[in-house]
């Protein structure tokens, strides 16, 4: 992944862990971790937190050009979003979302989803 790819994955993950207005310790671990492989900074990171928590339109921005390596993007994603040994319904949905934007079928989300949260 490059580091371009990277940081859209980190955004996508701070939409996810966020969607429900608060990120958890758990799924700040793993962003962090997304962060310092992507190489941001920290004023940078906590600006993505900040709007993952506080506005819910913010899953619409990412994934509109970078769509290389799809799974390994949705693997991320899943990561941060059971971070806190929960499912939401809203995290599910931004997932789905983001699923239909890297070209990844509803048939292989929804499996993925069952397998996690049967």
Sequence with gaps: MNPMQAVE??????CV??????ITAGELVIINQLAE?????KASLEAMIARGETDPEFYKEQFRVL??????AMVSILKVATADHSLAKDEIEVMRKFAEKLG???ESFDA????IAP
Excluded: F, M, T, Y
């Design 67 to 72: 769509k290389d390596n799809p799974r390994k």
């Design 37 to 41: 492989k992507a190489g941001v900074g």
């Design 104 to 106: 990844i079928s509803a």
């Design 17 to 22: 862990a966020g969607i429900d207005g608060e």
């Design 9 to 14: 994955v980190l955004r996508a993950a701070c």
């Design 112 to 115: 993925a989803i069952e397998k």
